[in-house]
Nanobody, 120 residues
Framework: QVQLVESGGGLVQPGGSLRLSCAAS????????MGWYRQAPGKQRELVAA???????NYADSVKGRFTISRANAKNAVYLQMNSLKPEDTAVYYC??????????????WGQGTQVTVSS
């Protein structure tokens, strides 16, 4: 199996910054796409940002210019630098990895989620 462990959430004032980290471990042959999703109370989970193994990125319109996703392939890790945070960014943030395992199957795995609260 594959485990994703997130860290870096917390409480921050509007305009502040946070950096989320996620590291994958376990039965991993390679990782295709890694990404961050979020879910606010009463809303559906939505994509925030994603990055391929080659470094191509994709962002939700609501975070473009404020958030930056990056990854360290050798560490099976992905990061999300969040700047100019707004109250509407408040949500539980989940790390996702699309993993090719040693039997060549491709499966999606999720972290446990980390709370980000933007409030004065």
């Amino acid at each position: 199996q594959v485990q994703l462990v997130e860290s870096g959430g917390g409480l921050v004032q509007p305009g502040g910054s946070l950096r989320l980290s996620c590291a994958a471990s376990g039965s991993i042959f390679s990782i295709n796409t890694m990404g961050w999703y979020r879910q606010a109370p009463g809303k559906q989970r939505e994509l925030v940002a994603a990055i391929t193994s080659g470094g191509d990125t994709n962002y939700a319109d609501s975070v473009k210019g404020r958030f930056t996703i990056s990854r360290a392939n050798a560490k099976n890790a992905v990061y999300l630098q969040m700047n100019s945070l707004k109250p509407e960014d408040t949500a539980v943030y989940y790390c996702n990895a699309r993993v090719r395992q040693f039997d060549y199957s491709i499966n999606d795995f999720w972290g446990q989620g980390t709370q980000v609260t933007v409030s004065s």
